[in-house]
């Protein structure tokens, strides 16, 4: 039983938002190419990001309203030099179950245990190749034996959920299933797929590199693999088995009929604007109401009220990207 059972945070489509991405820092020490090929360039926001504060306001006013999950990312969340604390102010929330992050794994080695030990439940770590040379090619960053040390680590620690996300790119990793397969025949981890989505900055790299989920997915049916059921607060991921395998394989498609009917997540990037879609169209500024405790039900009626204005779904389809620019600008 929550202390807080209502009000609910819902939309005008009966969809529930258990689930906050938030975003702490859009910086990143990665050239992912698919995200930022030539690296980030600071722009004026720098040094604006939320600061420990304003985030737990913003985290409990969410939590009140039903949020249970928390997804921190960026950027690169671990260049942060608070994260730690950061975790801790968002597991220490009421009504929060659960803290996840999102990492491209480089410094996971040294911080692991810190990061559970102040209250880390979740952890996503990026792996878009199984060959060194591939994944430096497409990250910028040698290091894989290291990042793959790591998560072997963070699989025996007392996390409850570790999971590696790989995004399709036709041509430079389209060819490491095997190589994927190996590894999952024994590790209980699960490997989620991800099909390249187009933004504003990465039109042309997108037509050249985009991988359909569909043509995976439909390859691993044919192998046996089987769908698993979906459960209510799953997020957007969906999940196969295989009885030769202890890991699994989720595929998140969102050009797909129907990713947006089970949408339960909301975010916020890291200077404090709410975002109702990863493509909408507008940013709805929170931190004016973050800036006292006695703003607390302000910001509540506004989240609220924001709410009412989200749409069905995005126009992806259509190539209509929104704001975003890239994704270490939102978290993905
Ligand atoms: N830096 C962290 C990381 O890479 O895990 C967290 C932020 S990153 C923006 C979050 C996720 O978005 C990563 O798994 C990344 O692979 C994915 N991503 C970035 N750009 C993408 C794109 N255009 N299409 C699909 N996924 C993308
Ligand atoms: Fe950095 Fe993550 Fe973007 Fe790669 S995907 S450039 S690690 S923010």
New binding site residues.
Partial sequence: MHPYPSPQLEDSFGRRFPYLRL?ILDA?N?R?S??LPNGYRAKDGRGKYLDVQEIQRLVSAFARLGMRKLRI?????SLRRDLPELISVAAEATGVENVGL????ATLHRHLNRWIDAGLTAL???V?ALCPERFERITGHAGLEMLLDAIDQALDSPLRSVKI???LLRDLNDDQLPKWLEYLRDRNVTVRF??????GD?LEY?QRHHYRAQVLESHLVKEGWQLLDRATDAGPAREYQHRDFRGRIGI?A?YSANFCAGCNRLRVTANGDLRLCLFGETGVPLRPLLQSDDQFSALQATLIRQLGLKRAGHSLHAGETGLIQ???S???
């Fill in positions: 975003s990143c990665f992912c698919y995200c990312t960026g950027g690169e969340p999102t990492t491209n794994g996503n770590v990026s878009d996300n790989a995004v991800i099909e390249l989505m187009q933004t990465n997108f998140i969102p890239h994704f270490a939102i978290g993905g």
